[in-house]
């Protein structure tokens, strides 16, 4: 069964930039028609889909985001990564790594606070 691990820093100063880690297991990241997504939820509201990276590195984001975001992986480590640049207290969410198809595994979650 395959696992996900967020890790990263809680706490990122405005204008900073949030940098956060899944680590995964129980199956590769590159196996093929695999994707692996960044989910987030803000305080008392809905989850919002951030984007995604597919098993060729190929990525999606979503629009709401403006070019903030960024994600990539490191293959030799099983690990996809998101920068989120530019924040501001209304990024701070939950953040959820999940898999692809169906984002049928998940992360525990992260909570990341955008505080000074």
């Known amino acids: 069964q395959v696992q996900l691990q967020e890790s990263g820093p809680g706490l990122v100063k405005p204008s900073q930039t949030l940098s956060l880690t899944c680590t995964v297991s129980g199956g590769s990241i590159t196996t093929s028609y695999y994707a692996w997504s960044w989910i987030r939820q803000p305080p008392g509201k809905g989850l919002e889909w951030m984007g995604v990276?597919?098993?060729?590195?190929?990525?999606y984001y979503s629009p709401s985001l403006k070019s903030r975001a960024s994600i990539s992986r490191d293959t030799s480590k099983n690990q996809f990564s998101l920068q989120l640049s530019s924040v501001t207290p209304e990024d701070t969410a939950v953040y959820y790594c999940?898999?692809?198809?169906?984002?049928?595994?998940w992360g525990q979650g992260t909570q990341v606070t955008v505080s000074s």
């Open positions: 990276i597919a098993y060729d590195g190929s990525t």
């Open positions: 999940a898999s692809d198809p169906g984002l049928a595994y």
